[in-house]
Every structure is written in C-alpha cells, then in structure tokens.
C-alpha cells in the first residue's frame, strides 16, 4: 500500500477536497474529538511562523494529540538534502536520518522549507519536502513551500461559508505591492483550488513577468476544463475587478527576475497602486476580500478594506486550525 | 457584557483579589482539575522567561489544557502597533490581525512586553498590551509590561502564608543596585499589592531619582487610604528597615534618566550599599525577605540573605504557577 | 530517603541498568500508560537537540506528563554555577533559584550541558549537571554532559534486540573523523554501557591521543573485571574490526590538544581513513553497525553503510524514546 502525503491539493480529486472541507466544516462546528489521541506531529519550520505552528499546535491538542515544534538548523541539526553527499561542510545530518528517526517518533511529520530565492529553477524542485516523503515512512503535510496547500484548504472554505457554491463565481487573484519580494506559493495555490472549485479566475498582474511558473498556470488549465470553470491573466485592474465575487490578494516576486530582485525592484515600485482599497471594491459584485496574512496595511490593502465586513481574511484564518485538523485525522486514518 | 482583561490589579477590587488569592491557595492544596479542559492560552513573548513561562505552560495543563508559546519577532512575524500606520518597514503584520486571529484559536491571550527604555513618555503608555486588550476578542493577561500583576498575587499570596493578616504590617521596598537600569514594573506592582493589602508601605530608595512614576504613587496612596494602610518615601536604610515584617527588594532604573544612562550609572554605582544583608535583616522584626527572581547573589541580596530560613523568594515563586491558574480559571469563567 | 538522579549508569547496578532495559522494551511493545500522569519534567538545553527533545518531549506525552522546553541564556536567563560569586557580570540568576524553583514546578528535570571545549580539567568535572543535582529537590536525568546515559540505554537495547545476550560478544569502538573536534561523551559512555554488558570491547583510535579519559578507562576495566568481559586499546583497523558482532562509531577530539585545536587538526584530517566502509565491516563476523547519530554520511561512515540491513542506527533512535520513559517512570516511582 503506498503512503498517502499531503504535499499539494493537485495529488486530491475535486471529491477528495470536498470531503476534506467538509470534514473541516464538522470540526468548526465541533472541535474536539480523539482522533489522533495519544498520536503525534512534527512540525519542522525551516522558516518562522505563527498561524501555522498555532493552528497545527492546536490542532492536535483538539484531537487528543500532540504536536512536537522543531527548528532544524537553529534548535534542531542543519540537515543534508543531497544524495550521496560527503559531508564535510555545515550539515550535521542527513534527510535519510532525519525523515527515518522522525517516523519512529511521530505519526505525521509536517514541513514548512521556503524557496531560497536565488535561483527558480532549483527552488521549484521543492528538495526538502520531496525528500522527507521520500524517506519518511509516515505521512507528511505541506506547511507551505512552493505551494501552501493548507492555505488554499483554507480559503475554499471561507468563501464556501459566505458564497455556498463556488461554481463559476469571478475569482480575481492580485498581485500587490510588498517592499521584499515574497514566495508565490499562496499565488500558486491560489490558482489551483479556485480552478478546482471551478471558478472563473483571473490572474492579475503589473506585467507579463508576474505570471506564475508553467506548472502553476498548466495545473490551472487543467483543473478549470475539468471543473467547468475559466483562467485567464490580465493586466487591467478595472477590468479585473469589474463583477468579482472574490478578491484574493498577495504579493510575490517575479520569476524572471528570480535570484537578480534589484533589477526587479522598480518594476515593483512602479506597481504600489495595485494596492486593494475601496474604490476597486467598489467595481465588484459585492465581492468578497481575502488574503493569506501576514498583511502590510495600507501597503497591499488599505485599513478601510482590512475592516471592511467583506474582509474574511480573519475566517480564512481560523479555517487553517480547522482544515489542518481535516488533514490530519484523514492522513492518520491510513494506518 | 464587557470583556474582562488581566492587566493590572488596579482593575480589580479588593474582595476580587482575596478571591484569587483564596483560588490560588485551594490550588496550591489540590493542583489537578479540568477547569480548562480543551481550552488553550497563546503565551507571547517579547522578551524572555523561564518562570512566567514554566509556571503558565504548566498551570494551563494542570487544568486540562494547553499552552502555546510565541516568540513574535524570533519564531513568529515583527507585528505593528500604529494605527494607519503604512506598513512599509519591518512589521509584517499589524496588531489588528495577530490579536483577532489569535482570538480565534485560543481562548486567553497572556502578553509580556517590556519597556524600550529610550522613553519613559512613550513606555508608559504601554502600548502593546493595550493594543491586545482592544482588537482581542478572548481575555488578555499581563506577563509583565510596565506592571507585574502575576507577580503581585504570588507575593501577596507568601507574604499571607506567613503572616497571616497583612493589615498594617510593615513593608519596605527596597532599591538595590544593579549593573544595569532595570523595569520598574516589579516595584511598581509592590506597590500596588502592598498598599492594597492595607500595609504601611516604605519605599525605600538613594534618592528622589528613584521614587517611581507619578500614576502608581498615586495608586499607592488612594489604595492605602483605601484600606487602612500607609505609604511613604524613605532614603534611609536604618529607619526603613526598623521593625519591618516584610522586606522586598528591586532594582529599577531611574526615570529621570530614563534613556539616558550612562548620566544615572555613577548615582546607582554609588549606592551598592543598599544590597540586602544580615546586618540590614537585623534591624527588621523577625522580618521576611523576598524578591521576584532573577535575583543577583551578592548584588541585590548576599548569599547569606538568600539561603536564610525568612527568605521566602522559591515560596513566591512557586505562587505563580497556583495564582496564574487562579487567573486563568477566572477569566475562563466569564465564557 | 536520598533523591535518586539519573546521571550516569555508574550510578546504577548491573541488575538495575537490566531491569530498566526490560521495563524500555515493555514500553516499546505497549507505548501509552498514565504512570506520569499530572506530572511534568523541565527538558533544560544549554545545547541544541532533535532526537532528545522530540524522545524525551513525546515520551512525556505518552505517560500523561507534560514536558517544559526551555533554553537558558536563549529564552531563559543565562545561570551563575559558582557558589559565593559575586553576581554583577552576565548571568542574572544562580543555580540555587533556579533549581529550587523549577522543583516547585515539575518533578523531573532533565539536562544536557556540553562541555565548553576550552579546558577540558574544568569539562571533566561536569559542573552544570552536578549543581542540578545538587539544588534540586525532585530527580535529576543527564540528557548529555560529558557522558550520555540514555543513549547508552539505547544502544544497549537495540544490540540485545538484534543479538540476545551480550555477554563475551566483540564490542568495536571506532573513533572517526569529523571536521570539527567532538565532545567525548557518547565515546565514554560506549565504554561504559559495553563493559557492564560484559562485551569484550575494543577501543580503536588512530594514536594513543585518542584515549579516552582515564576516569572513563578505568571505569571500563572495572565494568569489565565485574561482567566478564574485556577492555582494550587498539590503533589496528583491521585487528580490531575482525570478528566485531557490534561496531559502534564516533567522533570525538583527542583531550592532550583540548582546546588547542588547530594543533590537533592535522592529525585528525591524517586519519580520515577511519571511515566505516563496507571492506571494513566485511571483517567482522556478520556485525551490526550503529551510530548515536546525527551523523554526517561519507565522512563517518558509507551510504552503503548506513544503508545497510546491519546498521541499527535507526532502531537505536528509536530506543531513546522507550528507555527515556523507563528512567522517568522509574525516578518518579521514587515519590
């Protein structure tokens, strides 16, 4: 029998998903089970987090579990990713070991390993989380690489609650505005669970450089044929956001300019009035705002649209404990 | 109804505060119940800890439930506090954000912040836990910012265990050196405690440098009137120690130097003599010692002070773990 | 009644070191039970840790405890050991409080505290863990000092797994190359847990500066003379691998250059040919191999090696989580 991972939403059918959402849906209603009683989760944050580490923390508190927080390479050993390696630098040990003596410790390990940002075509490998599935022999979640499946999980339901069916509902996924350039992972994500939900998604963007990796906008494609809903990308803000049902917004970097952001940056500059406020809100069909969080206010969206009611970047937020809880005690099923 | 917060004991009344301290104790008797069964604290930590974060951690699952530890800045994103404020420096997310969806996970909130010392002006606003308090939706605790209300109860709480009655008692504060300027937040709460107790408080310091901020003098005297108590200001050791029951030691930085250091660093190097000494505990009727911890051996107190039998400081900070249960179980009450 | 700690096997009879291995397998067979339940130990990391802090952190949660993670001088003060200083350098809090108070708080406390690499007649007398020992009033469990007992419950565990008894069976020690100089403490205690097991053991180093300390070399004879078994120093590859049922590798620095290391570093880099590699392990007489991990690939030993069905490395990992929770229910049962 293989092991099921979660690594991103692309290895679930539509029915999968929507069972997962549902599953989210119960524990929102009714928290606390003993799914995973006496069970146990690693959760190795390569990079920081709050809501994540909080809502996973928590999640496995609810289900009678417990979650062990891990910091490879600052309270934990920096760890070898390459096979066949002679170890003579920084690393102390290799993902083999790690991933093997993990899975004797815990029932589920679960990964958050940034892009390093110098160079796309090594990044969008994915090395750290294909190599813990790899060598791991429990299953393991996706806390956010180069996708953020957990997010999307996330943000379908969200919108679920306020918008009930999401077929052919308008989409607008914007690029906004960020001082650093950030990780596309939620943009990509972003694309492949509004076209599984069979939206009509627009991708906007300042220019053509901000369209997403292939993979992402090939996946998007496919996922809108096969669910009956549309992709397209376009560079107009009004036409984008005329008659929206959903606004989601987030900042990444331009993938041509991966590894060379100094180039990139007066094109991003250029771009600050891609900013979400009211005025563009006003064009949609009482749409709806979302966004992942961490947001800059006033930088990607303005304080009015942030404490507008149709802002449901906080339910979105909460909907993380709930989803991951989902994950989990679907993934722990398995056994 | 309004929300009830755990910033400062100021807030609540006198027969609330023998509640707690009544709580606390029954605790202390009988540590284990299901109070906070399922439920869960977020701990954030701006600055760091090991007994406040030992004693919370560990309250929170006698009780049945669960603590989780944040280190925003370190393990979780810078957060902003200005309103309106264009978010396009180091913070990554404002306030508004972290407080509501921390609210949404947990169900309390605990908060330590230390003062900046660049600007009394500006710490004595304290600012952070105000904020949490205001976008929080769940009850928010004080860890210690400019007061330590934990703090109060645990010493309030030792000092009965071995006094009984604390009406009219005597009690000193005492400055003590210190190589560096220290928060005032512990002897700002001495004061409060102390007065609220009904004590005859002496505040006992070099010079009027040292008298503490206007707003808990001024609390101090409202609550010794209030119950039958005194307070007053002493820069003599040999009268303040006389007769004292209670003898508790700080050392804290001088607000009219506040930001300005180096110009106070002769004033507290000239005055190590106010190290806590038998000589000194001698003076005192059969008199207690205490301190918050960490205490500096030889500096703040000698050793000879720390190991005595009227050292009470592991008594007081025992009291943390059974008072912050004591909190927490009240505030969890208000659901 | 004297408080029993954990801090070196030494400490424990042959029948005791037996019974625990048995009560780790039980524990293995049958991983839950509530024998800590409401109880709580303090995992103290003056050094970082995965495999301890998850084995130890996890085994808690299985018998119902709670571990309290904390790192002093990172997110707790950093502590003053020496008895009688005068307190006014960088560490804000003495040993005697910090002891006292953490056992008000839990009843177990665990600590791991390598030596500093500078002189080693100061590492040998392994003050950190000597002073908990000392001030505490609830168990003490060495987690890593300049010895690491519960490895050494684990290696054993895992060898009596694959071979049944171990009496009279040849016992390998091989030294390795590593980049940098190692602390010694897992080589002393393969000494140690290998001849109270009665193994007849090798210690095989590339020159007699690799001896290990005499305290440990003595011990290891005396283990040896009471158990039936043997100790001896070899410099021999291939003398020593031939017949090995158990080669265990480390690295560790050669103390007559301790903390003078650049003297030491060519002879390290002379004997990189100390690798565990297939040739050599094809000496033995079908021996396992294990290492206390983590372990740097192709520097210490082979992929091939580390890939192969006789390495337990992965088993011995594993074991720390069952014995760890054989010491803790056994120092509990204390109360």
Redesign the interface.
């Known amino acids: 029998m293989t092991l099921r991972h979660f690594l991103t939403t692309q290895d679930y059918s539509r029915a999968e998903i929507d069972a997962l959402l549902e599953h989210a849906a119960a524990f929102k209603r009714s928290?606390?089970s003993q799914q995973l009683a006496?069970k146990?989760v690693?959760l190795l944050?390569f990079n920081?987090?709050?809501?994540t580490?909080?809502?996973f923390?928590?999640g496995a508190?609810?289900l009678g579990g417990?979650a062990?927080v891990?910091?490879?390479g600052?309270?934990?050993?920096p760890i070898?990713f390459e096979v066949?390696?002679?170890?003579?630098g920084d690393?102390?040990?290799?993902i083999?070991?790690?991933a093997?003596?993990?899975s004797?410790?815990?029932d589920l390990i679960a990964v958050r390993a940034f892009p390093k940002f110098q160079d796309w075509q090594v990044d969008r490998q994915d090395t750290v989380i294909k190599a813990f599935a790899q060598y791991a022999t429990v299953p393991v979640i996706n806390m956010e690489t180069i996708t953020h499946p957990c997010q999307e999980l996330a943000h379908a339901l969200a919108m679920k609650e306020h918008l009930g069916s999401l077929q052919n509902k308008k989409y607008v996924l914007t690029w906004t505005y960020h001082?650093k350039p950030l990780n596309t992972a939620v943009a990509n994500s972003a694309l492949l669970i509004a076209t599984k939900m069979g939206m009509d998604v627009t991708l906007l963007c300042p220019t053509p450089d901000y369209v997403l990796d292939e993979r992402y906008m090939q996946a998007g494609f496919e996922n809108a044929q096969a669910n009956g809903g549309s992709l397209k990308v376009s560079h107009d803000i009004e036409e984008a956001y005329s008659g929206a049902h959903v606004v989601y917004a987030k900042s990444w970097g331009a993938l041509p300019y991966f590894g060379r952001w100094e180039q990139e940056k007066p094109i991003r500059e250029a771009n600050k009035h891609f900013i979400v406020d009211e005025a563009k809100m006003a064009l949609t069909d009482h749409g709806l705002f979302s966004h992942c969080?961490?947001?800059?206010?006033?930088?990607k969206a303005t304080?009015a649209v942030?404490?507008a009611p149709y802002c449901i970047?906080?339910d979105e937020?909460?909907n993380r404990?709930h989803v991951q809880k989902a994950v989990m005690a679907s993934l722990i099923g398995q056994g």
Chains 1, 2, 3 share one sequence.
């Open positions: 928290p606390r006496g146990s690693a944050f920081p987090s709050m809501r580490r909080t809502s923390e928590l508190f609810h417990h062990i891990l910091a490879p600052k309270d934990a050993w070898e066949g390696s002679v170890m003579d690393t102390e040990e290799h083999a070991e790690v093997r003596v993990l004797r410790y815990v001082p969080l961490p947001l800059r206010r006033n930088v304080d942030m404490d970047a906080i937020a909460e404990l």
